[in-house]
């Protein structure tokens, strides 16, 4: 198994001598199999839809998140802070609810939290 190369600098990141520059900055990735996911800091413009996900092969963009359903949301959304592999691919809020999401959409599928 190659280890990984991955370096992030602000909007840049690169990934076995291949990058990727965002529109705003980085602040969390993931890597899962095939694929790697990218969290962008949210600047207050309101769109909350920063999580993308790139084939690790050549990082082509395979998907941007979708904006979950009102199940899961309600009436307020929130900036994701954090990804994780957490009974699958997760994007969690600043409430603390973790977004189960289907890796080959980045549709929601499921969530659950563990603040309430």
């Not at 840049?12 to 001598?17: G, P, V």
């Not at 980085?26 to 839809?49: P, R």
């Amino acid at each position: 198994m190659r280890p990984l190369n991955v370096s992030i600098n602000n909007n840049i990141l690169t990934y076995n001598n291949t990058t990727i520059v965002m529109d705003k900055k980085i602040i969390d990735y993931v890597i899962i199999s095939e694929y790697v996911i990218l969290l962008e800091e949210y600047t207050g413009d309101g769109d909350y839809n920063l999580v993308h996900c790139f084939d690790a092969r050549n990082l082509n963009k395979l998907w941007k998140i979708k904006t979950p359903e009102r199940r899961f949301i309600g009436e307020t959304r929130y900036p994701y802070v954090g990804l994780g592999i957490t009974r699958g691919l997760t994007v969690v809020d600043m409430l603390g609810r973790f977004f189960i999401l289907d890796i080959t959409t980045g549709e929601t599928i499921d969530m659950f939290c563990r603040r309430f």
